[in-house]
């Protein structure tokens, strides 16, 4: 009970700054507040999660490419389906009492996975529908889940032992193999954003990072080419209309860098960056 009664007072808490964080969203990251469709975001989060935990591939701060055909996402719709009407079965079997122990323990797991990240589930138009951070501790449901159910196939089948020892050890291999990729993409900033855009080529953020990076580089025409493409993706970005206006003026474009600037302000006016500059520019110019 004390546990419930203080994460109860923490959700009223924050309950009330839903609209603080919807004006966030709208006026720092330019999402669209209206948000995904239940039918779509709760099949896509939950079997997403399922496939990053069992295979961390395709890995982004911001996973954007949430285009999928028919077949996938009854596909995902289905494994969703699954997930819930094993958690069902064992629940009605433990209100029978006829559950055995790794059917509770199946059962606790995979209902913690749920609750987990049912917060973020049910958030429309406040969350990202999949991000890899919202499932860190979902996570560790799956896992023992996995786990007990291994365990239990083991004791069951003794004279395939050797089998599952040999199925272990390629698991363990493997994400091994992922680990010391992934570690490699995170040795600095460059590095991430550029192995990111990889899997996630229609993140606005990305190309405004990857913009300030070219731009670091000297690269400055890669550093505008990445800047427009985050407009063209998300057309009220103002901050990579300022970020690009900052190029044109490092590159001696003044009359560019004025046109962006205004933009800049036009769609975000709590840019005061974009009025500092523009002022400075328009003084050079005694005008």
Same mark, same amino acid.
């Given at each position: 009970m004390p546990y419930f009664l203080i994460s109860a007072g923490w959700f009223l808490i924050n309950f009330f700054k839903?609209?603080?964080? =919807?004006? *966030?969203?709208?006026?720092?990251?330019?999402?669209?507040q209206s948000g995904a469709h239940p039918l779509f975001q709760i099949p896509v989060s939950i079997s997403y999660y399922?496939?990053?935990?069992?295979?961390?591939?395709?890995? *982004? #701060?911001?996973?954007?490419?949430?285009?999928? +055909? +028919?077949?996938?996402y009854w596909l995902r719709f289905?494994?969703? /389906?699954?997930?819930?009407?094993?958690?069902?079965f064992t629940f009605i079997k433990i209100l029978i009492k006829k559950a055995s122990q790794l059917e509770r323990q199946i059962f606790f797991w995979l209902s913690f996975f749920i609750i987990t990240v049912l917060p973020t589930l049910l958030a429309f138009g406040l969350a990202w529908v999949v991000a890899e951070r919202?499932?860190? #501790?979902?996570?560790?449901?799956?896992? /023992?889940?996995?786990?007990?159910?291994?365990?239990?196939?083991?004791?069951?089948?003794?004279?395939? $032992?050797?089998?599952?020892?040999?199925i272990g050890i390629l698991?363990?291999?493997?994400?091994?193999?992922r680990?010391?990729?992934?570690?490699?993409?995170? $040795? !600095?900033?460059?590095? #991430?954003?550029?192995?990111? /855009? $990889?899997?996630?080529?229609?993140?606005?953020?990305?190309? %405004? %990072? #990857?913009?300030?990076?070219?731009?670091?580089?000297?690269?400055?025409? $890669? *550093?505008?080419?990445?800047?427009k493409t985050a407009i063209v993706i998300q057309p009220n970005y103002a901050d990579a209309m300022h !970020?690009?206006? !900052?190029?044109?003026?490092?590159?001696?474009? /003044?009359?560019?860098?004025?046109?962006? &600037? =205004?933009?800049?302000?036009? &769609?975000?006016?709590?840019l005061w960056q974009s009025y500092q500059n523009l002022g400075a520019i328009y003084y050079q110019l005694k005008h």
């Open positions: 839903l609209e603080l964080r =919807a004006a *966030s969203l709208q006026q720092d990251f330019y999402q669209n399922l496939q990053l935990i069992f295979w961390p591939d395709k890995l *982004s #701060l911001y996973q954007t490419e949430m285009f999928f +055909s +028919s077949t996938e289905g494994i969703t /389906v699954l997930l819930l009407a094993i958690i069902i919202y499932a860190y #501790l979902a996570g560790l449901g799956i896992m /023992v889940s996995f786990v007990l159910l291994w365990h239990g196939l083991n004791e069951k089948f003794y004279e395939t $032992k050797k089998m599952y020892w040999l698991i363990i291999l493997a994400l091994g193999a680990t010391i990729t992934r570690n490699r993409d995170w $040795k !600095n900033q460059d590095t #991430l954003w550029l192995a990111t /855009v $990889k899997v996630a080529p229609s993140g606005h953020v990305i190309h %405004n %990072n #990857l913009g300030d990076m070219y731009g670091r580089w000297q690269q400055y025409d $890669k *550093s505008i080419a990445e800047y !970020n690009l206006a !900052n190029t044109y003026l490092e590159i001696g474009n /003044v009359e560019q860098a004025i046109y962006w &600037y =205004a933009q800049a302000i036009k &769609y975000g006016p709590h």
